[in-house]
């Protein structure tokens, strides 16, 4: 299976500040139809995930313009252009390219 | 507005079985991709399940395959995975979710599933 590896685990951040997170794939997932099946969510405690990118790059309806992903074949990147009190939470990278889907491993943000 | 709403979790020994659902409103589930993700207990997300719009391709983690079926009724709007031989490892929050690779993913609030004597 395709493992998913996050960077850093913990992410400490100052308000008004950008983040970047980091998630490689131990493999391409790069698809038979050209599309890269990279998606990002985003978990608050007690909540429910939330994705936030879908193919790399593409912000789902409603998300903050803040929010941007990027990348391609095996390294992929979230970057928040200015983190806001709501950010905090753990943010996963999801491939669905290949069977079996995979998780990364999670990276907890919180305010410094 | 799109809701998913997960019902059937609780309590069940090892080795026991148990049915869990998530009905579907504002969207019609043929059209839809759906899945099943579960969250342990302080853990992170694992991807379990999968079905395809029309319910006639599924695939499964090897964590769960043979013992996990997913199933979807269209007619009725409601995606239901089947569990036996349940582990206590199976222990966790079983989310369902549409078109995890696409556009509109929408998520349920979660069921949580404990396996326990």
């Known amino acids: 299976e395709v493992v998913m590896t996050q960077s850093p685990l913990t992410l400490p951040v100052t308000l008004g500040q950008p983040a970047s997170i980091s998630c490689r794939s131990s493999q391409s997932l790069v698809f038979r139809d050209g599309d890269t099946y990279l998606n990002w969510f985003h978990q608050r405690p007690g909540q429910s995930p939330r994705r936030l990118i879908y193919k790399v790059s593409n912000r789902d309806s409603g998300v903050p313009d803040r929010f941007s992903g990027s990348g391609s074949g095996t390294d992929f990147t979230l970057k928040i252009s200015r983190v806001e009190a709501e950010d905090v939470g753990v943010y996963y990278c999801?491939?669905?390219?290949?069977?079996?889907?995979?998780f990364g491993q999670g990276t907890k943000v919180e305010i410094k | 507005e799109v809701q998913l709403l997960d019902s059937g979790g609780g309590l069940v020994q090892p080795g026991g079985s148990l049915s869990i659902s998530c009905v579907v409103s504002g969207l019609t589930l043929s059209n839809y991709e759906m899945s099943w993700v579960r969250q342990a207990p302080g853990q992170g997300l694992e991807w379990l399940s999968t079905v395809s719009g029309p319910g006639t391709h599924t695939f499964y983690a090897d964590s769960v395959r043979g013992r996990f079926t997913i199933s979807k009724d269209n007619s009725r709007n409601t995606l239901h995975l089947r569990m036996n031989s349940l582990r206590p490892e199976d222990t966790a929050t079983y989310y369902c979710?549409?078109?995890?690779?696409?556009?509109?993913?929408?998520w349920g609030q979660g069921s949580l599933v404990t396996v326990s004597s």
């Open positions: 979710a549409t078109n995890l690779p696409y556009r509109e993913n929408f």
């Open positions: 999801m491939q669905a390219t290949h069977w079996p889907h995979t």
